[in-house]
């Protein structure tokens, strides 16, 4: 109608903003936006073609934990050394590309990239742009859910660094169940962190770093930020044990809260009574050495 078409040819004159209509059956005219696209297949990963030109950042640091295993207090211990640049959690590969049409897809095979590529570009960029910004030299990232992609983290940043960080299965259940008890029983609660503890476990037969318990970056902090550092090839810096002014403190921080306000590292809760350990986390008590192997079993 031509009266459509005035307000129409008003609007893009005052606002730049030009009205159209979707047509139904369309995924954005049911849903009201356009559905996201899904993250690039696994066939699709590869290592960066150029890694000087494809890569920004130099020797990423990763922390492969499971949930509430000590990963925000050795966060915090890392981000006070005056290298280290260590954000809340990133979730970056959660981060999708996705062709919108046929030929934005031809254009970006033409110069060599799939949609894991750029992708990685984007994670890339991403946690670079963070670090600039931060003046430090050195990302760490403590995602948990990073665990189940370490293959691919390892991929995108061939250069990249892993710290394992472990701490007692049964306490690691106890904490998960006791951050959310009307979300999850402590059975539940066994089981869900148990997925993250078998990925952390994948995550240390096949990549090289360092692991750190939790129980003894709490009962020595000053040697395990030493390891660590060496490990990193930074000079050790006694900041690192004094980490933090209270008014910086995150919000659900749970078992290291009073840690972290606090500004020095305090002792975690006592291990579980080996008796006490639910059948289903013990085998994983005995192959990170919290509980002794079977008689006959396999080291």
């Known amino acids: 109608m031509n009266w459509q078409r005035t ?9 730049g903003v030009r009205l159209q209509r979707v047509r139904a059956g369309t995924a954005a005219g049911a849903a009201g936006t356009a559905a996201a696209p899904a993250a690039a297949g696994d066939d699709l990963v590869r290592p960066p073609a150029d890694p000087e030109t494809d890569r920004l950042l130099r020797a990423p640091v990763f922390i492969l934990s499971p949930v ?14 005056s290298a280290l640049h260590a954000p809340h959690e990133l979730h970056v590969r959660r981060l999708t590309v996705g062709f919108g049409t046929g030929l934005s897809k031809k254009a970006m095979a033409a110069l060599g990239h799939n949609q894991a590529d750029l992708e990685h570009l984007l994670w890339d960029r991403v946690l670079h742009r963070e670090l600039v910004r931060s003046g430090k030299s050195f990302i760490v990232d403590k995602t948990p859910a990073n665990a189940f992609a370490f ?6 940043w061939p250069d990249a660094r892993f710290v394992f960080l472990l701490r007692h299965p049964a306490s690691i259940a106890a904490s998960w169940h006791e951050a959310a008890p009307d979300r999850r029983t402590p059975e539940e609660a066994a089981l869900d962190a148990l997925r993250y503890m078998k990925a952390v476990q994948r995550a240390r037969k096949a990549l090289t770093g360092l692991t750190v318990r939790y129980e003894d970056l709490t009962a020595d902090p ?22 933090g002014p209270p008014e910086v403190v995150e919000k659900g921080l749970g078992d290291w809260k009073d840690k972290i306000r606090s500004g020095a590292v305090q002792r975690g809760r006592d291990l579980p009574n080996p008796e006490t350990v639910p059948e289903v986390l013990r085998p994983i008590c005995r192959k990170w050495g919290y509980l002794p192997e079977e008689e006959g079993g396999n080291p």
């Open 222 to 243: 000053e040697g395990e930020t030493r390891r660590i550092c060496d490990f990193l090839a930074l000079p050790w810096e006694a900041g690192m044990l004094s980490y």
């Open 7 to 15: 307000v129409n040819d008003a609007l893009v004159r005052f606002t």
């Open 151 to 156: 293959q691919r983290i390892a991929t995108c």
């Open 68 to 81: 509430r295993s000590g990963s925000t207090l050795l966060r915090a211990m890392l981000n006070a050394h």
